[in-house]
């Protein structure tokens, strides 16, 4: 399984991105148990932003809860996050992540991760 992770950029205080997170190796994403971002700030741990489970679930961390967006094409093979009203303390280093496999058993795949740098 490969991520190839992309959109990260420089932005403004208030602005959007939208991040895109393409998987090969891989027949389809629609039995994949989820996939989501996480991301993570220097000096600081890697922590969940969002996530979306194969039955279309989707999970936010508080911080990030009416202003990012998780959406997935099965066709495309692509999970997407949406961010709006960007602030400065959403910079950070943004990783895709593949969680698949039976319960209890699940195996991570983490992309190459991209740069989100958000200006005040």
């Known amino acids: 399984v490969q991520l190839q992770a992309s959109g990260g950029g420089l932005v403004q205080a208030g602005g959007s991105l939208r991040l895109s997170c393409v998987a090969s190796g891989i027949r389809s994403i629609v039995s994949i148990n989820a996939m989501g971002w996480y991301r993570q700030a220097p000096g600081k741990q890697r922590e969940l932003v969002a996530s979306i489970t194969s039955g279309g679930r989707t999970n936010y961390a508080d911080s990030v809860k009416g202003r990012f967006t998780i959406s997935r094409d099965n066709a495309k093979n692509t999970v997407y996050l949406q961010m709006n009203s960007l602030k400065p303390e959403d910079t950070a280093v943004y990783y895709c992540?593949?969680?698949?496999?039976?319960?209890?058993?699940?195996?991570?795949?983490w992309g190459q991760g991209t740069q989100v740098t958000v200006s005040s």
């Open positions: 992540n593949l969680r698949d496999g039976p319960l209890g058993h699940e195996l991570d795949f």
